[in-house]
């Protein structure tokens, strides 16, 4: 059994800590093959009442016997992760790989540890470079809502695709523990398809969702036709330089499907508005935008939603 870290205990981040879990014996056992480093406040309340997982078919809370708020709580104890997963905003991707590096964990309990980046948003992998530690990324999309610290509620199924590459240990235990709870894993070859297919989706739901304040199911307005036509359109044609081929009619028809699937999600951007926070804009939209540029192609619309969300996190502006 492979020991696993998440590092970014968030919604999504305490959700996979959740389906990795190994709980061996009766009710009230501390789980030892997961670790779960995250904010002080939520992994207080994980350590004085469990981790409060709510589920369609039920409740269940979960205990750890390792939490941590900092690298310096990690180092000082005896847990050693085979993978850690890293499931941080993307605008604080950097911050967290100069904290693993001024740490030292790296050459302490991280020192045979594989990362695995598990985060919305591409070119990822380009700002978490770790000397003599494989990196993979991965996408998902369960929909997790984060109510309160100590607390996480499952609003919609999806797909976890890792890139493949990952040691065969820790692939049979991602994919055993996955399944064992009913939620599909695959680790795939054409890893970049499937995350240009993620990004499609996010560069319309995240930002229109963020700024109308509605669940996803407002992205099927008739109003929004147009709109997100073209979002998809600019996408598609960036993805193409870039080596992605992809039809804008069935990414149309995936993104509907995915509003569709997640009808009553609430979104991690809005997620992130709601609370006041940065949102990922920047390795979404941004990143579209980035290389449309490289490529001396325009994409007014992705433009428009990141401008519009940008301005949203501006607090010069606010009454």
């Excluded at 990362?115 to 929909?143: A, D, Q, R, S, Y």
């Excluded at 064992?180 to 995240?206: C, M, P, R, T, Y």
Aim: hydrophobic share 40%; charged share 25%.
């Amino acid at each position: 059994m492979a020991n696993a870290m998440i590092y970014g205990a968030g919604a999504i981040g305490s959700f996979v800590g959740y389906l990795l879990s190994k709980v061996e014996g009766g009710k009230g056992t501390l789980i030892e093959n997961v670790a779960m480093l995250g904010r002080k406040s939520h992994i207080q309340e994980i350590v004085k009442a469990g981790l409060n997982v709510d589920l369609p078919e039920g409740h269940k809370c979960l205990r750890f016997r390792h939490c941590f708020s900092s690298f310096g709580e990690l180092c000082r104890s005896s847990f050693f992760p085979d993978t850690v997963i890293v499931c941080v905003k993307t605008h604080s991707l950097q911050r967290a790989l100069d904290k693993i590096i001024a740490s030292g964990a790296l050459n302490r309990n991280l020192m045979n540890a594989d990362f695995m980046l598990l985060m919305n948003g591409m070119g990822n992998k380009e700002v978490f470079k770790l000397p003599h530690h494989e990196v993979f990324e991965g996408i998902t999309t369960i929909g997790v809502n984060f109510p309160e610290d100590g607390s996480i509620e499952l609003k919609g199924r999806g797909k976890t695709v890792f890139e493949d590459g990952i040691g065969p240990e820790i692939k049979h235990f991602m994919k055993e523990m996955f399944e064992e709870k009913g939620f599909e894993i695959e680790f795939a070859k054409d890893f970049k398809n499937h995350q240009w297919n993620k990004l499609f989706v996010n560069s319309v739901i995240n930002p229109i969702t963020a700024l109308t304040r509605k669940h996803n199911v407002i992205v099927l307005s008739k109003y929004l036709e147009d709109t997100v036509e073209k979002v998809v359109e600019e996408c598609v044609s960036v993805a193409a330089k870039e080596g992605c081929i992809a039809n804008k009619d069935i990414v149309l028809d995936l993104v509907s499907s995915i509003a569709s699937k997640t009808s009553m999600n609430t979104s991690s951007m809005l997620q992130d508005v709601q609370r006041g926070r940065m949102t990922e804009i920047d390795s979404i939209n941004g990143y579209v935008i980035r290389l449309a540029r490289k490529h001396g192609i325009k994409v007014p619309a992705n433009e428009t939603m990141y401008a519009l969300v940008k301005s949203m996190e501006d607090t010069t502006f606010q009454l």
